[in-house]
């Protein structure tokens, strides 16, 4: 696609649910990033694909945090048994190898009630 | 590790006024700096952005200098207009493999009043 997309921009889940946010980057870029804005704290890293290689998920918070990429293309983060402090917003980046034309997604904002 | 640190918000200016977003970097080896800009309701976007020391990365009137003898990259516009509110944020880069990871300063919210 032209940008990259991210669904859904909001998210409202009761604490303890499981939820799932998606990242369609832009097309024929190979790397893909997920970072986490919270209030006040600026983004923080979560976790890098590059193709078919294994992920670096140095970023992640938790056990309670896993990401896939399926096909080099669609990303999928998933959050077990959410708590109030997973309430942020959730970004995507998609980029070219190299890290050229490093792109964002507008986010999701996740609320944990 | 590497680290940014910006001036905190917010910052309310008039129009016209002269902006100064001040960022400082804690880096090992020469990173990349950049400024994101998030207008409201949008996604981050990159500003401006220096590969090296001395440089100046400007874009839209803003402009800024990749200054290592102090480690700062501080953010400058001259005449600032209401389209310029947003949150501004200041990030280095980080070697990943072959890409690269930012880190972000906590940014900071600009509001420019007519």
């Known amino acids: 696609g032209a940008g990259v997309s991210q669904s859904p921009s909001n998210k409202v889940t009761e604490k303890g649910k499981d939820v799932e946010l998606r990242c369609d980057p832009i097309?024929?870029?190979?790397?893909l990033y997920w970072y986490r804005q919270s209030l006040g704290q600026g983004l923080e890293f979560l976790i890098y694909f590059q193709g078919n290689s294994a992920p670096d998920k140095s970023g992640l918070p938790s056990d309670r945090f896993s990401a896939e990429r399926t096909g080099g293309s669609v990303s999928t983060l998933t959050i077990q048994r959410t708590q109030q402090e997973d309430s942020a917003v959730y970004l995507c980046a998609s980029s070219l190898s190299g890290g050229k034309g490093y792109t964002f997604g507008s986010g999701t904002r996740l609320t944990v009630v | 590790g590497n680290s940014v640190t910006q001036m905190e918000g917010p910052v309310t200016l008039s129009e016209e006024a002269f902006l100064t977003i001040n960022c400082t970097y804690t880096a090992t080896g020469y990173p990349s700096l950049f400024w994101y800009v998030q207008y409201p309701g949008e996604g981050l976007q990159l500003l401006l952005k220096a590969t090296k020391a001395d440089d100046k990365g400007s874009n839209k009137g803003f402009e800024a200098t990749y200054r290592k003898e102090t480690t700062s990259f501080h953010l400058e516009k001259g005449s600032v207009q209401v389209s310029d509110s947003a949150v501004y944020f200041c990030?280095?880069?980080?070697?990943?493999?072959?890409?690269?990871?930012?880190?972000f300063g906590a940014g900071t919210t600009v509001t420019v009043r007519a």
């Open positions: 990030a280095l880069s980080e070697r990943l493999r072959n890409d690269y990871k930012l880190s």
């Open positions: 097309s024929g870029h190979t790397a």
